[in-house]
Nanobody, 123 residues
Framework: QVQLVESRGGLVQTGDSLRLSCASP????????MGWFRQAPGKEREFVAS????????AYADSVKGRFTISRDNSKKTVYLQMNSLKPEDTAVYYC????????????????WGQGTQVTVSS
């Protein structure tokens, strides 16, 4: 059974940093493109960032570009999201997702999801 297990988020202040991780011990991890998504209250889930299987290419939503960094460690079967200069509008439940081989273009492309972790940024 494939499980994506996200680290605990937390409550931080504006301008703080936080790193999320998502471990996938049951996944043939290096075969999967990995992504991070988020869903704020009353809003649809949205794309945040993605990373190719080798880690050589990344993509970001405009709203987080320059502040967030996605990375992966295939030996640990883990993907990370380093979030810097956090803003109140970054408050959301963050989810990691996986897609076999192909790039993640849409949320519907994701085959496996983590359980989600709450990140709250206070002003």
């Amino acid at each position: 059974q494939v499980q994506l297990v996200e680290s605990r988020g937390g409550l931080v202040q504006t301008g703080d940093s936080l790193r999320l991780s998502c471990a996938s011990p049951g996944l043939a991890f290096s075969n999967y493109v990995m992504g991070w998504f988020r869903q704020a209250p009353g809003k649809e889930r949205e794309f945040v960032a993605s990373i190719t299987r080798s880690g050589g290419n990344t993509a970001y939503a405009d709203s987080v570009k320059g502040r967030f960094t996605i990375s992966r460690d295939n030996s640990k079967k883990t993907v990370y999201l380093q979030m810097n200069s956090l803003k109140p509008e970054d408050t959301a439940v963050y989810y990691c997702g996986a897609r076999h081989t192909l790039p993640i273009i849409a949320i519907s492309d994701v085959g496996y999801w983590g359980q989600g972790t709450q990140v709250t940024v206070s002003s």
